[in-house]
């Protein structure tokens, strides 16, 4: 059977992956080329390795990689017939001993062993082949020996073909069409029902094809991450690191889950790294992961560190549930304005929020003063609103009372998880809020404590509660503003995007009661995520499946040895994420913009703008949506469809808050 040919010169030209089973229809043996098609290498390019190599050998090999490939040139020379091995290779590398020559041949074949894997494109295919009892054949231009190669392809799950030929072995190569006059001798097959498949033009395509057999050409290279940063070709760490996760994706994966295997993942992996190493730094036995945001923190922790000595445990607590019990020692106007969110703008709702009232009940006060709930104030001039000081101070009396309440149920649910001593607390940040209010909460009860704080950053306005208490042991993995005031806050223009991608399954901790046992348990909202049926809302099904392909992505890069999230800055893990929050594509706003943002009882979408025309005609409302916007860079580029620096252009606008 024929396929048609200009499908299969189609397929020859493609630069992404996309091979039908169809096309494996009426051929009774099918062969796979080894290398690039088979198994991958986790890097951009095969003599990356060398380079990966020179690292290890440079001051007995100086110039390793040169040498390596001039090498490699030379033995081919000196064997223009048939083909070379390994050791042909090593003999024909000027300079080296005897000694040399082993040593290097056995590091050369331990970093191909731990750089090489199951290509997932490839392997339904090869699987499919092999279900349907088809005669598979491997067949390979490579100079490491058959018995390595075999070893690699069964640890790989590649088992079950008929045959191997690798040319090392037969002395002869596939691109000077020897190789598979070998293998149509040895196999005694029937040409027309041959298909052979590989990445090779010349060698799996043009060859096999003048040799009479039909054959399918695929790509070296299926790019399926959405970005390189610019150094990965210079950088063997990043080319290693990228190389891994475009290994790693599987074709057609759903978007939500893409995005987290290939950006959040990699943040999450650097997160956890750190906080374990500076948890052994700072000789930390005991760690609370802080509910909702810490759960995702927590579930990556312990697929990392899983026999750790650490004991990790995940608190239900909130910045909710934390604050309003301290405000009855000090329930001043100034003193909540500190507590509650940073925003420039401050509606009336979030107040009641921030100090534990219902705001519907108290409809008819806030109506005396001409209030709605929705009323906004300006976070620089509130205090000095006289109009509303009157007003809070209607509230006060209720608002200590309330508090008291809740610090009794709070210092029994501290006794019954015996929060004390020394132990780290973890969080996605900003400002030391909660750790604050802990500590007041420990330092009232007159329990020994000695908290420090681990957050995904610091930001600025953590001289807040540093002015509350200056000795806040904060630490910041992205930027820390508690010990350098210089910093950038890298997430600003795009907070709300990065939070969602932390959302715990459940609503957040309103506060705490007995249950029918005696016993402290947490109040949970009403999840947000829902919908009124109880099913997922889309924001919820796409966060699942982000969180899904993090974790998924932090069990694969678990099993190797050779990457280590502590060879890598913060800024380089947080470079995917920082390109979609700056600068996303249109497909990225599409999939989070609409997203709601759920903070301090307020709900905003992430970033979707009215029309330009609209704002032309109503500059405050643009003021308005564009500060309560929690991803601002998507909004300006939703709003603009400009090629222009949205993250300079939010640097500019913020400027004038």
């Known amino acids: 059977m024929n396929i048609n ?8 030209q493609r630069k992404s992956f996309n091979l039908d089973k169809e096309l494996f229809l009426g051929y009774d043996v099918v062969s796979f080329d080894i290398f690039d098609t088979l198994l991958k290498r986790n890097v951009l390019h095969p003599t990356d390795i060398f ?6 050998v440079s001051d007995a090999v100086p110039n390793f990689k040169r040498h390596r490939i001039d090498a490699e040139k030379k033995a081919r020379l000196n064997n223009k017939a048939g083909e070379i091995n390994l050791e042909d290779i090593y003999l024909s590398f000027d300079g080296l001993s005897k000694e040399q020559i082993k040593k290097l041949i056995v590091l050369e074949e331990q970093i191909e062993s731990e750089y090489l894997t199951i290509n997932v494109d490839m392997l339904p295919f090869f699987d499919y082949c092999i279900k349907n009892k088809k005669k598979v054949l491997l067949i390979s231009d490579m100079y490491l020996s058959k018995d390595f190669i075999c070893t690699i392809l069964e640890r790989e799950g590649v088992t079950g073909y008929t045959s191997i030929f690798v040319s090392s072995e037969y002395n002869k190569t596939k691109s000077s069409e020897k190789l598979y006059e070998c293998v149509y001798q040895t196999e005694r097959i029937n040409k027309k029902s041959w298909l052979h498949i590989g990445d090779s033009y010349y060698s799996d395509y043009y060859i096999p094809r003048k040799f009479g057999i039909q054959a399918i050409h695929i790509p070296t290279l299926n790019k399926k991450v959405s970005y390189f940063p610019s150094r990965v070709e210079q950088d063997i760490r990043l080319n290693s690191l990228y190389a891994f996760i475009n290994n790693h994706l599987v074709p057609r994966q759903e978007k939500y889950y893409q995005f ?8 999450l992996w650097g997160y956890v790294t750190w906080l374990k190493k500076s948890f052994d730094e700072k000789g930390i036995k005991k760690v609370y992961f802080f509910s909702r945001d810490g759960l995702i923190m927590k579930n990556a922790f312990e697929i990392l560190y899983h026999n750790s000595n650490i004991v990790s445990e995940y608190l239900e607590v909130s910045r909710r ?5 301290v405000l009855y020692l000090d329930s001043s106007l100034e003193a909540l304005i500190d507590m509650i ?3 420039k703008l401050i509606s009336l709702e979030m107040i009641f929020d921030g100090v534990g009232l219902e705001v519907d009940k108290y409809k008819t006060l806030i109506e005396s003063f001409g209030y709605t709930k929705e009323t906004v104030f300006d976070r620089n001039s509130i205090l000095n609103d006289k109009k509303f000081n009157k007003f809070y101070k209607k509230l006060q009396e209720e608002i200590q009372q309330n508090s008291k309440v809740e610090y009794d149920l709070l210092r029994q649910f501290i006794e019954e998880k015996r929060i004390t001593g020394k132990f780290a607390i973890v969080d996605i940040g900003w400002s030391g809020g909660m750790q604050r209010y802990l500590i007041e909460t420990l330092n009232k009860m007159r329990i020994e404590n000695d908290v420090i704080g681990f957050y995904c950053g610091v930001a600025d306005y953590c001289q807040r509660n540093l002015k509350h208490n200056p000795d806040l042991k904060l630490n910041g993995y992205l930027f820390d503003f508690s010990t350098n005031k210089d910093e950038k806050d890298k997430r600003s223009s795009f907070v709300g995007l990065f939070e969602t991608l932390f959302l715990e399954q459940d609503g957040s901790v309103k ?3 007995l249950n029918s046992e005696g016993k402290v348990e947490a109040v949970r909202a009403k999840y947000e995520y829902l919908n009124e049926d109880g099913t997922p809302t889309y924001e919820l099904q796409a966060v699942r499946e982000i969180q899904k392909g993090a974790l998924n992505f932090i069990r694969d890069i678990s099993k190797i040895s050779y990457l280590d999230a502590n060879d890598f800055t913060p800024d380089e893990l947080f470079y995917g994420l920082k390109a979609t929050g700056t600068n996303p594509t249109q497909e990225e706003l599409k999939m989070f913009g609409k997203f709601r943002f759920f903070d301090e009882g307020i709900v905003n979408e992430l970033a979707n703008p009215s029309s330009l025309r609209h704002y032309l005609l109503r500059p405050k409302n643009f003021k308005s949506d564009f500060l309560l916007s929690r991803w601002k860079t998507g909004f300006l580029k939703s709003l603009l469809h400009l090629p222009l620096s949205y993250e300079k252009v939010y640097d500019f606008l913020y400027q004038f808050k």
Do not use: D, H, T
Request: aromatic letters at 12%.
């Open 321 to 325: 549930s934390l604050r309003v019990p």
């Open 51 to 56: 380079s990966i190599m020179e690292k290890k």
């Open 260 to 267: 987290g295997y290939e950006k959040f993942g990699m943040f």
């Open 341 to 343: 969110s940073p925003s």
């Open 5 to 12: 040919q200009k499908v299969l010169g189609k397929i020859a």
């Open 511 to 513: 506060k705490y009661k």
